[in-house]
Every structure is written in structure tokens, then in C-alpha cells.
């Protein structure tokens, strides 16, 4: 099978779920600066979640241009992954709602967690069936930098109960890590 139609219904899945985050911000009431305070936690979730979801939509895109073509597992591995993404809104709108308090921002954790594990097998189904001397299993290598990700994020769930800024601090250093596009991939598709 060809990949477009999972790249349009990927592309489609994660404008969707950027949308429905950007809804959950309510206008504020009051017309002067002071009236944006009571929304900043509500900004900062979402601005940490937009980065999160911008990051997997790139590095998915990278993902798809080493593959050729895709069978049943790679869409359900695919639709995994999209699962995860879509309960971003919810948490990015709990944590963001009740201040960084610890249960949402454990929960939060949890889901950038399964969303990382998610992405982990999405590449390991493509290796799988492209083979261990395709592009793809070149791009992805041993992927140290995602294994450091999930560790991450584990260390930083129960850290939410010690003290939130850790976790967030965590959570926020696994983006800057991936923030700029897996230079793996584009290597491979350098050669």
C-alpha cells in the first residue's frame, strides 16, 4: 500500500487535535493586561503541548519520507500513536486549568510517556517491515535519543508529586531535545 493516505489522515488527526487545544483557551473577561493573569498556567500547558505536538507532526513527517509503503501494522501502529496525541487536549486543558497541580501534570506525563512509547513501536514497525538494511533502519539506529525520552518522562511522573516544576523542567527538556528534526533521517535521505 502506498503512505499518502496515512500522512493525509496523520496530517489531518494532528491539525484536528492543535485545533481543539488552541478552542479550550477561553477569551478572558476584562479588557486591561491583568485580565490574561488567570489564563497564563492555561497558556503555558498550552504552549508546552503545541510544542510537543508540532514536534511529533515533524519528525512523523521525516519518518514517512524514508519509508515507501505501509501494510496493517504499520496503520495501527500509526493510529496508536494518534491515539495518545489525542488526549493531549485534555490533559494540556486539566493541567493548564488547575495550575500545575501534581495529579495533571503526572497524567500529562503519562500521556507524552505513551506517546513516546507509541512512536518508539510506529518505528520499529516500519523497520520491521522494511528491513534491517533499508533507509528507514538506518535512520532510526539504535534511537538512544528516544530511549532517553521515555526514560525521561517515567523519572518526571513521580516527581509531579514532589515538586511539579521538576516534571515540567523534564517534560520540557525531552521537547528542546527533539525540537529540531531528527538529523538521522535527514541524512539518509541526504545519500
Not at 26 to 42: N, T
Not at 170 to 175: D, E, I, N, Q, R
Amino acid at each position: 500500500m502506498g503512505k499518502g493516505r496515512l500522512e493525509a489522515f496523520s496530517d489531518g488527526v494532528i491539525a484536528i487535535i492543535i485545533t481543539i487545544m488552541v478552542l479550550e483557551m477561553k477569551v478572558p473577561h476584562g479588557e486591561g493586561l491583568e485580565a490574561l493573569k488567570p489564563l497564563l498556567a492555561v497558556f503555558v500547558s498550552y504552549t508546552l503541548s503545541f510544542t510537543n505536538v508540532g514536534i511529533y507532526w515533524n519528525n512523523h513527517h521525516h519518518l514517512l519520507h524514508v519509508i515507501k509503503q505501509v501494510n496493517g501494522p504499520i496503520l495501527w501502529a500509526n493510529m496508536h500513536l494518534l491515539f495518545w496525541l489525542s488526549l493531549l487536549p485534555f490533559v494540556t486543558g486539566w493541567m493548564g486549568e488547575n495550575h500545575f497541580a501534581p495529579t495533571p501534570v503526572a497524567v500529562y506525563g503519562f500521556i507524552l510517556l505513551m506517546a513516546g512509547v507509541a512512536y518508539y513501536i510506529l518505528c520499529l514497525t516500519l523497520v520491521r517491515h522494511h528491513g534491517k538494511d533499508s533507509a528507514i533502519a538506518k535512520a532510526v539506529g539504535s534511537d538512544v535519543k528516544g530511549r532517553v525520552s521515555l526514560i525521561l518522562y517515567a523519572i518526571a511522573i513521580p516527581l509531579a508529586f514532589v515538586h511539579v516544576g521538576i516534571s515540567l523542567a523534564l517534560y520540557g527538556s525531552v521537547a528542546l531535545m527533539w525540537f529540531i528534526p531528527d538529523r538521522r533521517i535527514e541524512r539518509v535521505l541526504l545519500d
